[in-house]
């Protein structure tokens, strides 16, 4: 566990080609500006040639942001870094999508309530009007946009109204839409998803069902970034539980809830704690 004092602590992601002196530069530049590093993890696809890793937390009094950012833009110029500078004390701004399904909502905003998560849950969106009683008592904002083939151009639309500028990242907590690659570029938020580990194997509607008539020993849950290749986007976390013969379709179902939820809030807390870089096609995940 990170131990955070509010107002002094920042946190360091870089990524870069790996070449010697990069850990030695960094370290140099937060002892010049009075840091102390508490924390500290780097990875290296290959020393020779590879693509190098690093997440730094560092305690720093009287800590000003814009000076901070000035001064490292240089070292990261010098080493061709790709890199942010965040701040605990300012949680992750999230929304979260969701349709009829309510177990990874529900679990995300009693995690939120409960400070399990460092977020700021203000909005959920829904295509059905479904869970709104169980949303308003968390006192959070609920907007229900219908999607139909139709409409569904006018849907995104009035989705990017509520969504786009004002959150850090969007949790898809079993939204049963397809965003379009329209609405991901123009979203400028990063978006996570939750779903069954059956794919590719079981896609469409009842995949317990059709798992259960084939004795399938392993279920489990994948949570990703979303892109607009459906189901495809860099994975940031995987969970599976052993069932057999004995369990029935809606004891799989159950299973595969509880999988989800504990699956998508893990993906979810380590995103906002910045505990995730994507590296193309896949995440590097501190």
Avoid at 34 to 60: C, E, K, W
Avoid at 61 to 82: H, I, K
Avoid at 120 to 127: A, F, K, P, Q
Avoid at 228 to 254: C, F, N, T, Y
Wanted: hydrophobic residues 40%.
């Amino acid at each position: 566990m990170e131990r955070i004092a509010p107002g002094e602590t920042a946190r360091l992601l870089v990524s870069c080609d790996d070449r010697p002196g990069i850990v030695a530069a960094v370290s140099r530049f937060l002892y010049e500006q009075g840091a102390n590093i508490a924390h500290s993890d780097q990875y290296s696809t290959d020393p020779h040639g590879g693509r190098f890793f690093l997440r730094m937390v560092f305690h720093l009094p009287g800590l000003e942001p814009d000076s901070l950012e000035r001064g490292f833009a240089g070292v990261a110029e010098r080493f061709g870094m790709s890199w942010r500078i965040t701040y605990p004390e300012r949680p992750k701004r999230v929304a979260i999508m969701v349709s009829r399904y309510a177990h990874c909502l529900l679990d995300l905003l009693w995690r939120w309530r409960s400070g399990e998560l460092p977020i700021e849950v203000g909005l959920v969106i829904s295509n059905h009007p479904d869970l709104a009683a169980e949303v308003e008592r968390f006192g959070v904002p609920f907007e229900h946009v219908p999607v139909t083939p139709g409409t569904k151009p006018q849907a995104e639309e009035r989705q990017l109204e509520l969504l786009r500028g004002r959150f850090d990242v969007v949790v898809l907590a079993r939204y049963m839409q397809i965003l379009s690659g329209g609405f991901l570029e123009r979203l400028g938020a990063p978006v996570i998803n939750i779903h069954h580990s059956f794919l590719p194997a079981f896609a469409g509607s009842a995949p317990y069902q059709r798992a259960k008539e084939r004795g399938v020993k392993l279920i489990g849950a994948t949570a990703h970034y979303v892109i607009e290749d459906l189901d495809a986007g860099p994975i940031i976390e995987q969970d599976v539980i052993r069932v057999s013969h004995r369990d029935d379709v809606e004891s799989l179902e159950r299973l595969g809830a509880d999988i989800e939820r504990t699956v998508l809030a893990r993906a979810v807390k380590w995103h906002c704690e910045d505990r995730v870089i994507v590296n193309g096609g896949t995440t590097v995940v501190f």
